[in-house]
């Protein structure tokens, strides 16, 4: 009997690959047999990633997404020699505890343009002749911020709700290309991110952070299982959907 979490042979690329969700995301697709393009801006971080992984054939991209503009002819770069690619994941990400009364126009634009123009551009890129393979897919990692409100999060939670938004609206646009696209959807998970906010928080108002997830909170392992659910043969009739990786967060 065939696995429908078989990715042998399909190139598959990561953003945010030196850290977090998406360096465990690379980790758990190289298992699965897929070669992965890994991206992020740290070199070092990245062939660290890379050292890690099962298999042959992965690629290490240096790559600044903010520079929406370059993305389109980046891709082709890449695909020109990878071949047309099976999958995209878009897990880089910034996160920002910014209040409503602090919030700025440029620190509003920093979140978005990361989080939601890259993923948009990410997004163009791909459906171009030769970079993407038929029955593709793209999975974009949102937030539980996109979906249930939290205060000081704004920036950020607007930027995870839109990739849900986003998503959908591809799902439409790109069904007659047979590219799938969705959204996972995590609540908090170990990690740096998670570090960096607790660091701005009391010891109180992160234990409530923590009883609100009746699952604990998550590893980034917990998540990398639902992007390749969605990457692989296994979401194959799945598409403008926001798979919710939440340990319990949004149930309540």
């Known amino acids: 009997m065939s696995n429908p979490l078989d990715l042998s042979g399909r190139s598959v690329l990561v953003t945010g690959a030196s850290s977090g969700i998406g360096r ?6 190289s298992t699965l047999g897929a070669r992965v393009v890994l991206v992020g801006r740290d070199r070092a971080r990245l062939e660290a990633t890379w050292r890690a992984l099962t298999g042959e054939g992965h690629v290490v991209e240096v790559f600044d997404l903010t520079n929406l503009d370059e993305i389109p002819k980046w891709l082709q770069g890449i695909t020109a020699v990878t071949g047309p690619l099976r ?5 880089a990400g910034m ?3 910014v209040p409503a009364a602090m919030l700025t126009p440029q620190k509003l634009e920093q979140v978005l343009r990361i989080n939601v123009g890259a993923a948009a551009m990410l997004a163009r890129a791909f459906r171009q002749r030769n970079c993407s393979a038929p029955d593709s897919s793209i999975v974009f990692v949102s937030s539980v911020a996109g979906i249930a409100g939290s205060a000081g999060i704004s920036a950020y939670a607007a930027s995870k709700a839109a990739l849900i ?3 959908r609206a591809l799902a439409m646009e790109f069904a007659p290309l047979r590219i799938r696209v969705n959204c996972v959807v995590p609540g908090w998970v170990q990690g740096e991110m998670l ?3 607790r660091a701005q928080l009391t010891p109180q108002q992160f234990q ?10 998550g590893k980034p392992g917990d998540v990398a299982n639902g992007i390749a659910f969605l990457l692989a043969d296994s979401g194959g009739w799945i598409t ?10 949004t149930a309540h």
């Open 165 to 167: 938004g986003l998503a």
């Open 24 to 29: 465990e995301t690379c980790a758990l697709l």
């Open 95 to 97: 996160h920002a505890a």
């Open 87 to 91: 999958g995209v994941v878009h897990a």
């Open 240 to 249: 403008g959907s926001a798979l919710i990786v939440d340990g319990g967060y």
């Open 208 to 217: 409530a952070i923590e009883a609100m997830h009746p699952l604990g909170i």
């Open 195 to 197: 570090e960096r906010f």
